[in-house]
């Protein structure tokens, strides 16, 4: 178990003023606390920030998301009220990808790709929405007769 999230070097302000740039360098590679009295302040990378941010701010939603599917509602879903609109099956497969996704953006960092794989599912929920979309999407090809052109 992790019981030291931030493992950086503590400093005072007086400090932080004397040698603001050694400090400023060594807060790009890993945190520096800075601490004034009874205030504590944290020099962070910003991309770093941003994916602790990031990770904290998903991990929530599939949390809040697998607690709404122990409930035996998998169709009910306040974090991702789209769901309604597809198919078991579809619900199931989104799970699958979402923890994958999941997963690999928690290696990689890259939150974009999490983030279009949502809007990626929540475009078929859309479209789901739409009868003659679901017509199109669900027709069986096979039956249809189709022309060699050229």
Known sequence: MITTIL?????NSTDLRDHQKRWFDKALVSPV??????KKLVLLNRE???????LSHYAEMIIQFCKENESGKKRESAIFPWVKHLSEKAIDE????LFSAFEEAMHSKDWLAFEEMLNSWVAT???MTNPEMVELITADLSKEEFTRVG
């Open 7 to 11: 493992s950086d070097e503590v400093i």
């Open 33 to 38: 606390s800075i601490m004034s009295g009874s």
């Open 48 to 54: 770093h920030a941003k994916h602790m941010y990031s």
């Open 94 to 97: 989104f799970r699958k990808e």
């Open 125 to 127: 929920a859309e479209a």
